[in-house]
């Protein structure tokens, strides 16, 4: 069992910055990975960045990319999401995940609560 609680939203002008956080309880392995993903009203859930703890290795979705950086402190079991050059289109309401793997095969993630970006114009 995993326990996920993000924090860190608000209200932001654009163009400034903001940064989210992630913090994980339960059965976590020191080589986890996190996800983070956003959904703003009527859209679909949008993928924005995961990190492979282990190796430091992260992807980011490309309208995010060059903008956001996605970090994270093993030894704190938290994970940052840096949201640098904020656009409007940046609103949504923000969710980290930890995905479950079970002998190679993705089985499916454990989900935070959200945290509530606003990005005003």
């Known amino acids: 069992q995993v326990q996920l609680e993000e924090s860190g939203g608000g209200l932001v002008q654009t163009a400034r910055s903001l940064r989210l956080s992630c913090a994980a309880s339960?059965?976590?392995?020191?080589?986890?990975?996190m996800d983070w993903f956003r959904r703003a009203p009527g859209t679909e859930r949008e993928f924005v960045a995961a990190?492979?703890?282990?190796?430091?290795?992260?992807t980011y979705a490309p309208s995010v990319r060059g903008r956001f950086t996605i970090a994270g402190d093993n030894a704190k079991r938290t994970t940052f999401l840096q949201m640098n050059s904020l656009k409007a289109e940046d609103s949504a309401v923000y969710y980290c995940?930890?995905?479950?793997?079970?002998?190679?095969?993705?089985?499916?993630?454990?989900w935070g609560q959200g945290s509530e970006v606003t990005v005003s114009r």
């Open positions: 995940a930890y995905p479950v793997y079970l002998r190679g095969t993705w089985t499916g993630d454990y």
């Open positions: 339960g059965r976590t392995f020191d080589d986890y990975a």
């Open positions: 990190i492979k703890l282990d190796r430091n290795i992260t």
